[in-house]
């Protein structure tokens, strides 16, 4: 069974804004690297991002070269999602555990750690209140809460974030994921004259969609 190691979780703690009081309770936003990433990587976003929020940098559970991953590698789409399943439950699972509760839990992903964002609203759509999708796609295959997914109202606000440069993303499964997330979120869709990594443009644009959801 896949798990979340809760030792090296990343955090930043949210500091409340003017309107709120200390002890109201605070936001969280999730934080999912790419396949051979670790933890550490995203969360040199963290100074960056709203200051109300409070930042949990995940490590994937899956040994992978010299870092992490969440779900097997594919480079052209598969239907099994047998293994991100687990890995989206051993998320839900370290979320049911913290002590500290959170009014709004969202959600931001770099290439497979998107997919999981994805993924995870999918397999509990009433959990979260947002994603960031950058530089990722949407894993293949069905899901019995995708009908409740694409009948919530309002949708999930999700930032989807394209390169054009990308050469990592494999085109089909870009090409199959547009239409996907157009049926069952409320879409951003943002293109950068990137490749695979984030840009400021879009670190400037990721911080606008979460100050405003």
């Known amino acids: ?32 690297h790419g396949i051979g990433s670790h933890e550490g990587d995203l969360f040199g976003l963290a100074p960056h991002l709203p200051a109300a929020l409070t930042v949990a940098s995940l490590r994937a559970p899956i040994p992978y070269g010299g870092g992490f991953a969440w779900f097997e590698f594919s480079p052209i789409d598969s239907d099994d999602h047998t293994i991100i399943d687990e890995a989206a439950h051993a998320v839900l699972a370290w979320l049911d555990g913290l002590e500290q509760r959170y009014a709004r839990v969202h959600l931001l992903g770099f290439s497979q750690g998107g997919a999981m964002a994805v993924q995870l609203a999918r397999i509990a759509p009433a959990r979260f209140a947002s994603i960031a999708h950058l530089a990722s796609f949407v894993h293949a295959g069905e899901l019995p809460g995708d009908a409740e997914l694409s009948a919530q109202q309002p949708r ?21 994921s547009t239409p996907w997330l157009d049926a069952h979120f409320d879409v951003d869709r943002r293109t950068y004259a990137r490749a695979h990594t984030i840009v400021a443009e879009e670190l400037a644009d990721v911080v606008a969609f979460l100050e405003r959801v």
Do not use: F, N, Y
């Not at 979340?4 to 936001?27: F, L, N, Q």
């Not at 999930?156 to 199959?176: A, F, M, S, Y």
């Open 1 to 32: 069974m896949l798990q979340i190691d809760a030792d090296v979780v990343r955090w930043r703690e949210g500091v409340p804004g003017d309107e709120r009081s200390a002890d109201e309770p605070r936001e969280l936003l999730v934080v999912m």
């Open 156 to 176: 999930i606000p999700l930032l989807t974030t394209i390169g054009t440069l990308d050469q990592v993303i494999h085109t089909d499964k870009i090409e199959r």
